[in-house]
């Protein structure tokens, strides 16, 4: 008679829905980030042209959303103010330069956030904090696309390129 081998049991343990207290640090990272976006990105609509300034209003309203689901979900964990040491690195391209420039400094910092956020997510075990930080990275990417075509970018290898590093705790401590 042929043994069949043996196999363990599925856990039946599921992961956490709420941040753990290693997700809370992180996403109070990612919330800072987003709130100094919303910041730049108003700098920006104010050095912008007319076709350029309805693209970075309406950016800036989906950083200031992403912020508002992270404070929601951190609730008193949620970081009080903008990342500093981020916005005061980006303030000055973001608030002049033509709109080729100004696009090309969004769309990098863009693609930028869309690897920081692939790291966050990668690393918190909360479910819901999961789930946002996805939804979050999936509409920075458009954001991204938009902002290559603003940038003077047609072949679509460069308009998909993402170079672009992840920014960490270390150049930009919340």
């Known amino acids: ?27 109070q990272f990612a919330h800072g980030i987003e709130l100094a976006m919303t910041a730049l990105y108003a700098k920006a609509s104010a050095a912008a042209g007319k ?15 992403y912020a508002q689901s992270l404070a929601g979900l951190l609730g008193r964990s949620a970081a009080t103010a903008q990342n500093a040491s ?8 973001a608030a002049s330069g033509s709109d080729a420039e100004l696009a090309g400094t969004f769309l990098s910092l863009e693609n930028s956030l869309v690897k920081t956020h692939l790291g966050v997510l990668g690393t918190i075990t909360g479910t819901d904090g999961a789930q946002l930080v996805a939804s979050i990275i999936s509409v920075q990417g458009r ?11 047609k ?5 998909l390129d993402n170079a672009a590093e992840p920014l960490d705790t270390k150049t930009y401590p919340a």
Request: net charge positive; hydrophobic share 50%.
């Open 143 to 153: 954001h991204a696309a938009v902002l290559a075509g603003f940038a003077g970018k």
């Open 86 to 93: 981020f916005y005061t690195a980006f303030v000055a391209a």
């Open 155 to 159: 072949a679509l290898g460069d308009i």
């Open 1 to 27: 008679m042929r043994k069949e081998p043996r196999v363990d049991a599925p856990t039946t343990t599921a992961p956490p829905k709420q941040p753990t207290k290693s997700d809370i640090a992180v996403l």
């Open 51 to 65: 076709d350029l300034k309805v693209v970075t209003d309406l950016f800036g309203a989906h950083h200031l959303a």
